[in-house]
T-cell receptor, first 111, second 118 residues
Framework: SQQGEEDPQALSIQEGENATMNCSYK?????LQWYRQNSGRGLVHLIL?????REKHSGRLRVTLDTSKKSSSLLITASRAADTASYFC???????????FGKGITLSVRP | DTGVSQNPRHKITKRGQNVTFRCDPI?????LYWYRQTLGQGPEFLTY????????KSRLLSDRFSAERPKGSFSTLEIQRTEQGDSAMYLC????????????????FGEGSRLTVL
């Protein structure tokens, strides 16, 4: 079963705008990660946030985590056409570090 | 290139045939994972190894699926008597030493092996 659920399922924005994607999960986590996948390719790790952290930044990415609401958000600022991809949140619930992925969000950035 | 390598990238087979995929993880990574992904879905966990030990298998992994990681290096995933429902992208990922991975839990994925069963 898939632990995380992303919202919205699809997002289309203009280049230069910000993109906000949300993820909700069901059980307590050790950490939450976001990955990107270009069509037909493997996944690329973007950012990891631990359960005791509330916000992290990496370049144009900002991730927040609200453990009381069991939710996370990924913000991509000043989007570019090259950001067009599918984005997945994934949670780690135990020490074995197995990642459980959501169904993903399809982001389209129009030039 | 020192990333995760998967072979073959594409495999087309007839129903009932056996197929084998190979994954070469990043050197010194002690954990290796197999996931399966179908169109429009997120990756689903199949199994993972720590060194040569297979520590967990998903219920998705039927008796027709077997994975090995001899000597704790490369891994193979074999599917026997393939069915059309096995058509998917099979993804391999590795993780390991914190100093290499950078953060605990980050997975490094290969480009995947796409299986089409006719």
């Amino acid at each position: 079963s898939q632990q995380g659920e992303e919202d919205p399922q699809a997002l289309s924005i203009q280049e230069g705008e910000n993109a906000t994607m949300n993820c909700s999960y069901k059980t307590s986590i050790n950490n939450l990660q976001w990955y990107r996948q270009n069509s037909g390719r493997g996944l690329v790790h973007l950012i990891l946030i631990r359960s005791n952290e509330r916000e992290k930044h990496s370049g144009r990415l900002r991730v927040t985590l609200d453990t009381s609401k069991k939710s996370s958000s990924l913000l991509i600022t000043a989007s570019r056409a090259a950001d067009t991809a599918s984005y997945f949140c994934a949670t780690v619930t135990g020490a074995n570090s197995k990642l459980t992925f959501g169904k993903g969000i399809t982001l389209s950035v129009r030039p | 290139d020192t990333g995760v390598s998967q072979n073959p990238r594409h495999k087309i087979t007839k129903r009932g045939q056996n197929v084998t995929f190979r994954c070469d993880p990043i050197s010194e990574h002690n954990r290796l994972y197999w996931y399966r992904q179908t169109l429009g879905q997120g990756p689903e966990f199949l199994t993972y190894f720590q060194n040569e030990a297979q520590l967990e298998k998903s219920r998705l992994l039927s008796d027709r699926f077997s994975a090995e990681r001899p000597k704790g290096s490369f891994s193979t995933l074999e599917i026997q008597r393939t069915e059309q429902g096995d058509s998917a992208m099979y993804l391999c990922a590795s993780s390991g030493r914190v100093r290499l991975a950078g953060v605990h839990g980050e997975l490094f994925f290969g480009e995947g092996s796409r299986l089409t069963v006719l």
